[in-house]
Nanobody, 112 residues
Framework: QVQLVESGGGLVQPGGSLRLSCAAS????????MGWYRQAPGKQRELVAE???????NYAESVKGRFTISRDNAKKTVFLQMDSLKPEDTAVYYC??????WGQGTQVTVSS
């Protein structure tokens, strides 16, 4: 059993920042890749960013230079720092580990 608990979503104005957190528990191995996906209304779920245990990262083109993913291996936690947010970043953001297990999702709304 793997449990993922996300926090940090909310409403923010364009240009603002949010920080998402996801704490994993259960049979989670520290060497698993951790990441964030998002799904906007009427669209498919897409990868936002992912990070390996060694710190290698991969970002969607649309968020490069604005979002930063990081992780704390000891605490099995992954973070997503989102800066310079745009209305098109509005979506439900999902934490993922091992490209297999999903969190419940947290809403991020960017609007004035």
């Amino acid at each position: 059993q793997v449990q993922l608990v996300e926090s940090g979503g909310g409403l923010v104005q364009p240009g603002g920042s949010l920080r998402l957190s996801c704490a994993a528990s259960g049979n989670v191995f520290s060497w698993w890749t951790m990441g964030w996906y998002r799904q906007a209304p009427g669209k498919q779920r897409e990868l936002v960013a992912e990070i390996t245990t060694s710190g290698s990262t991969n970002y969607a083109e649309s968020v490069k230079g604005r979002f930063t993913i990081s992780r704390d291996n000891a605490k099995k936690t992954v973070f997503l720092q989102m800066d310079s947010l745009k209305p098109e970043d509005t979506a439900v953001y999902y934490c993922n580990v091992h490209r297999m297990y999903w969190g419940q999702g947290t809403q991020v709304t960017v609007s004035s």
